[in-house]
């Protein structure tokens, strides 16, 4: 494959990496303004590649390809659009510039299967607290009390009409999902690797521990009387840090601290941190959470302190589907950190995903970017997977 074809993907990335809501950084969340232009040239090569666009009542942008007979099913092939603040040009739209690119090689061939290329309105959360928007709509996972927290004011702003959100729900006719995406991380760009397939999105919890201490004068409160919360927490967060790293596989992370009364001279009376923990096993994630748990309240006692944990979250690992990951040649086999639409979309349908490096392993961040040669390998690997899942279904 020529390698003009992924020089054209990257420099589409970077055009729209330009509509943003702040001059000088890439910022595009969920349905703002900039979302339009976005829209307009991808609606642009969507048409110019034969697809039929439409945009969905959550905003998600749709491209049908059609399949060589009527009434087949269809592939879906997709990513967001939307970013976090002050982000790169590649996390999420670089999964819909590549399925847009792969019916482009089509040629106007038809496949036994139909293919619809999705620009999801929404994944990140950062604009309402809410992520995956866009892939909630079309498992049919969106309700009323989402729409009321502001979401639905959103949509019809931005020209569309809430009360037919239901509408965008994707049918039976569903074949499956592929999703296109960078690793953000290091690992293959330590292996050396241009691509990997996903084998599980892991599983997450989130919450915050709370240690409770006394307050007091910091120069009158010799160090054997005291109940420094701050103290407690401290020696908790390394012992996080060392179970995970004596776990394979596992990570956790104390990202947030949150310290009262937060003066110089006053012992902490109580301290908050924040828990995330992952791992692609849920049993090996959730038995970490407990170890950690536990070792809060030894630590606890031993210094005179309370604990409370506060879970948020407990999301269960989702793999994806051995069938459509096997249509791929052979490539290396990871799981992914983060979560991603495919994890949605494998509610309704085999999901699959390929992740192309992160030179660097960065992501989430202006210096965010992919090298020609790893999108040239993506394109490959679809047109072969393209071409497997025709010969299964023709």
Request: glycine share 10%.
């Amino acid at each position: 494959m020529e390698l003009s074809v992924a020089q054209t993907v990257i420099a589409r990335c970077r055009k729209l990496a330009e509509y943003s809501e702040e001059p000088g950084f890439t910022t595009r969340t969920f349905l703002s303004q900039p979302m339009h232009a976005v829209h307009g040239c991808l609606r642009n090569w969507m048409e110019a590649a034969g697809m039929t666009v439409t945009v969905d009542h959550v905003g998600n942008l749709r491209g049908h390809y059609p399949a060589a007979r009527p009434q087949a099913r269809r592939l879906l092939i997709g990513s967001h659009l939307d970013t976090v603040p002050h982000a790169g040009a590649f996390d999420g739209i670089l999964g819909v510039v590549l399925g847009v690119a792969l019916v482009e090689l089509l040629a106007g061939r038809r496949m036994s299967f139909a293919i619809e290329v999705v620009g999801f309105s929404e994944e990140e959360g950062v604009r309402f607290g809410i992520p995956f928007i866009g892939s909630r709509a079309l498992v049919g996972d969106v309700d009323d009390e989402l729409l009321a927290r502001g979401v639905g004011d959103a949509i019809a702003t931005f020209g569309l009409d809430p009360g037919r959100i239901k509408e965008a729900e994707v049918g039976p006719d569903a074949l499956g999902y592929i999703e296109f995406h960078i690793e953000q991380g290091p690992v293959l760009d330590r292996l050396n690797l241009p691509l990997g397939v996903v084998e599980t999105i892991v599983g997450q919890t989130r919450g915050t521990m709370v240690f409770e201490g006394s307050a007091n004068h910091a120069g009158t409160t010799p160090m054997n009387l005291r109940h420094d919360a701050l103290a407690g927490a401290s020696e908790w967060i390394c012992a996080v840090e060392c179970d995970a790293c004596a776990t394979p596989g596992l990570v956790a992370t104390v990202g947030r601290l949150s310290v009262s009364p937060g003066a110089d001279n006053v012992i902490a009376g109580s301290a908050q941190a924040s828990l995330d923990v992952r791992h692609a096993d849920d049993a090996v994630r959730r038995s970490a959470v407990n170890r950690l748990v536990d070792c809060a309240g030894q630590i606890a006692a031993r210094r005179g302190l309370t604990i409370r944990w506060e879970p948020r979250i407990d999301q269960a690992a989702v793999a994806m589907d051995r069938d459509l990951m096997n249509l791929f040649q052979p490539a290396h086999r990871m799981p992914s950190g983060a979560g991603h639409d495919a994890m949605i979309m494998a509610r309704r349908m085999p999901a699959a995903m390929l992740f192309l490096r992160s030179p660097g392993g960065t992501s989430h961040h202006p210096d965010e970017t992919v090298l020609v040669e790893d999108v040239t390998a993506a394109l490959e690997f679809g047109m072969v997977f393209l071409e497997r899942l025709d010969a299964r279904h023709g």
